[in-house]
Nanobody, 121 residues
Framework: QVQLVESGGGLVQPGESLRLSCAAS????????MGWYRQAPGKERELVAT???????NYADSVNRRFTISRDYAKNTVYLQMNSLKPEDTAVYYC???????????????WGQGTQVTVSS
């Protein structure tokens, strides 16, 4: 069983920063793409950023140049550094792994439980 545990959410003022972390556990041998998605009230879940096993990153236009995704391969952990936060960044942020090998089994589309980020003055 693969688990993703997120941390680092909270309440900040516009212009401030937050760093989210997501640690994967569960006899993991290989993780492919890790990423962050978010869902605001009344809206669909949307991609924020992803990083592949080769280190290639991809960002939503709305967060490009403000957010940075990074990955610690030894710790099976992905981070999201969020700078210059805006009220429209308010959402529940979810960690995702698109494909992971655990205990010899390939598992697809694993999600964390989500962490709330609120940007408000």
């Amino acid at each position: 069983q693969v688990q993703l545990v997120e941390s680092g959410g909270g309440l900040v003022q516009p212009g401030e920063s937050l760093r989210l972390s997501c640690a994967a556990s569960g006899s993991i041998s290989t993780i492919y793409t890790m990423g962050w998605y978010r869902q605001a009230p009344g809206k669909e879940r949307e991609l924020v950023a992803t990083v592949t096993s080769g280190g290639f990153s991809n960002y939503a236009d709305s967060v490009n140049r403000r957010f940075t995704i990074s990955r610690d391969y030894a710790k099976n952990t992905v981070y999201l550094q969020m700078n210059s936060l805006k009220p429209e960044d308010t959402a529940v942020y979810y960690c995702n792994v698109n494909r992971v090998v655990s205990g010899g089994i390939i598992r697809y589309d694993v999600w964390g439980q989500g962490t709330q980020v609120t940007v408000s003055s």
